[in-house]
């Protein structure tokens, strides 16, 4: 070869430009037309082996994944907004958030978590936010109920999300105002038709044992997510253990007299001395939600998300990735905990101070962790029901949904000894 062509060779080579190496997809408040669907995209890279890196509080916990030109392709497909980086610029990223002097910490993501849903099969009219948020992201899940739990298929999962359950017995206490609907004389038959074929004689019985078995899910190193009533019933009805709560009405018998005083704090995952609402009439399960006593006007009822060192506390500042840290407010049957019931050993990670209420906690229990988040719909302020579902397209960078996609990809960091 002559020393012309090596030449031109060379001046090619310096010319045209390096293929890039990574895509980085921002979440900042600017800059992503669609913050859901980038969630759904990561995951999607995960199932297919892909490895990912979730970068804490850079632009909003924006996600770095390899330049594959599928990857393009689907992010153009779904909406999604990505920035090409040459291994340079990608590198420069990383040393930024590596400094001591920044808040931010990079993350690998490294296998897409398995995720079921516990919800009853053919659910009534109101929807459930994570059901409809993971089909709008396009993660896939598996909804599983109380059969599957008590036969241990929870073992099958990394994640399971609790849909407005009443795990307490007591029919989602809409005894008062719905009791001679045909949806609820329907739900109730269903439920004591179930129990029956479980081998229970109270509909309370079976769903104690379902929460058993949750709670040993937990406890084995799962993570569970909960919102609205599936939070405070679920830890009521561990506390309730041996304990008959239930009126007449709900299980054919009396309750136990003063149980209140029955109630074992200690078996709760998350709350602590509360009073429990004896009035089979009343749409309330005890005193730990703070939605009959609010104060406050739809427009002004925002909560502040925690700031957490992402270096020190990357778990808390996972859960808390978002382009904004004050987000809108929403009620539900449990709208948010009041301060002085959740316990002390769990993470308050949202709060409305004004109020005195966690909108969204943390915890540990054994070898799992579990986040409750009050509330039922953050882009529905008070759905009733029978209200139609919310249309997420309508809302793709809501920041109450992304809070939602933070636990879900969650289970996928890699593991690694925290540093508190």
Known sequence: MS???????????????????????PMDETTQQNHLKAYG??????ERSYKAN?????????????????IRRECQIRGVSFEVLSDGEANSILDEIA????????????KAPKVAVYTPRGKHPWDDAVTMVLTYAEIPFTEVYDEEVLTDQLLLYDWLHLHHEDFTGQYGKFFGQYRNAPWYIEQKKEAEALATKLGYSKVSDEKLAVSLKI??????????????????????ALSAE?????EPMFD????????????????AFAFKDYI??????????????????????PDADYFTLMEYSAKWDPIPSMLCQNHTQLVKGFMGQTTAFRGDKVKSSVLVMGENKQNGEARYIHGTKGKGMFTYYGGHDPEDYQHRVGDAPTVLDLHPNSPGYRLILNNVLFPAAKKKKLKT
């Open 252 to 267: 054919g018998d009396a309750s136990d007299a003063a149980y209140q005083s029955k109630i074992d704090y200690n078996s």
């Open 41 to 46: 995209i990561t995951y999607w890279a995960l």
């Open 54 to 70: 979730w970068l804490l509080n850079y632009r909003g916990g924006s996600f770095l994944l390899p330049d594959a030109d599928e």
């Open 215 to 236: 709670r040993d899910f937990v406890i084995g190193g799962g993570f569970m997510f909960a919102m609205c009533s599936a939070t405070d019933s679920f830890d009521i």
């Open 242 to 246: 041996g304990v008959d709560i239930c």
């Open 99 to 110: 400094s001591p002097s920044q808040n931010m910490e990079n993350v690998l993501l490294e």
């Open 3 to 25: 020393f012309k062509k090596i030449y031109i060779l060379l001046l090619l080579a310096f010319i045209v430009p390096a293929r890039a190496s990574m895509i980085l997809l």
């Open 276 to 297: 429990l609402e004896r009035n089979p009439q009343a749409y309330e399960f005890s005193d730990i939600d703070t939605t009959n006593d609010r104060k406050i006007l």
